[in-house]
Protein backbone atom coordinates (compact mmCIF):
# COMPACT_ATOMS: atom_id res chain seq x y z
CA UNK A 1 0.00 0.00 0.00
CA UNK A 2 1.31 3.16 -1.06
CA UNK A 3 1.18 6.37 1.14
CA UNK A 4 0.22 9.87 -0.30
CA UNK A 5 3.07 12.06 -1.91
CA UNK A 6 4.06 14.78 0.20
CA UNK A 7 1.97 18.17 0.15
CA UNK A 8 5.11 19.99 -1.26
CA UNK A 9 6.31 17.37 -3.09
CA UNK A 10 7.61 18.08 -6.85
CA UNK A 11 4.98 15.27 -8.99
CA UNK A 12 8.23 14.12 -10.43
CA UNK A 13 9.46 12.94 -7.29
CA UNK A 14 6.11 10.75 -6.96
CA UNK A 15 6.82 7.38 -7.73
CA UNK A 16 3.28 5.82 -5.83
CA UNK A 17 2.03 4.72 -9.55
CA UNK A 18 5.34 3.18 -10.57
CA UNK A 19 5.89 -0.23 -11.60
CA UNK A 20 8.65 -1.82 -9.55
CA UNK A 21 10.95 -3.74 -11.34
CA UNK A 22 10.32 -1.42 -15.03
CA UNK A 23 14.25 -0.68 -15.50
CA UNK A 24 15.89 -3.09 -13.36
CA UNK A 25 17.65 -4.94 -16.79
CA UNK A 26 18.87 -1.56 -17.91
CA UNK A 27 20.44 -0.40 -14.45
CA UNK A 28 22.07 -4.31 -14.19
CA UNK A 29 23.09 -3.37 -17.85
CA UNK A 30 25.19 -0.03 -16.16
CA UNK A 31 23.03 2.57 -17.07
CA UNK A 32 20.52 4.58 -14.92
CA UNK A 33 18.40 6.19 -17.26
CA UNK A 34 15.24 6.87 -14.27
CA UNK A 35 18.13 8.47 -12.38
CA UNK A 36 19.88 10.74 -14.68
CA UNK A 37 16.28 11.51 -16.76
CA UNK A 38 15.09 13.42 -13.37
CA UNK A 39 18.42 14.55 -11.98
CA UNK A 40 18.56 16.42 -15.81
CA UNK A 41 14.90 17.40 -15.22
CA UNK A 42 15.34 18.88 -11.71
CA UNK A 43 18.70 20.82 -13.25
CA UNK A 44 16.67 22.84 -15.69
CA UNK A 45 13.64 23.18 -13.12
CA UNK A 46 16.47 25.01 -10.71
CA UNK A 47 18.08 26.82 -13.54
CA UNK A 48 14.69 28.41 -14.53
CA UNK A 49 14.02 29.21 -11.08
CA UNK A 50 17.33 30.85 -10.08
CA UNK A 51 16.99 33.00 -13.84
CA UNK A 52 13.49 34.04 -12.55
CA UNK A 53 15.15 35.14 -9.55
CA UNK A 54 13.33 32.39 -7.47
CA UNK A 55 16.15 31.03 -5.67
CA UNK A 56 19.05 32.59 -4.23
CA UNK A 57 22.73 31.24 -5.24
CA UNK A 58 25.40 30.50 -2.54
CA UNK A 59 29.13 30.45 -2.92
CA UNK A 60 30.68 27.38 -3.53
CA UNK A 61 33.27 28.52 -0.82
CA UNK A 62 30.77 29.86 1.51
CA UNK A 63 29.20 26.43 1.54
CA UNK A 64 32.25 24.29 1.95
CA UNK A 65 33.45 26.65 4.94
CA UNK A 66 29.67 26.12 6.45
CA UNK A 67 29.39 22.53 6.03
CA UNK A 68 33.13 22.06 7.92
CA UNK A 69 32.11 24.08 10.99
CA UNK A 70 31.79 22.14 13.74
CA UNK A 71 28.03 21.04 14.95
CA UNK A 72 27.28 23.09 18.20
Same mark, same amino acid.
Given at each position: =?? #???? #????????????????? @??? @?? #????? @???????? *?? #???????????????????? =?? *???????
Amino acid at each position: =MS #KPPE #KDQLPEYDFSNGTRGKY @VAR @VA #KGGNV @VVQAAWDK *EI #KRRIAAHGRGEVKAYDLEEV =MD *EARRPAP
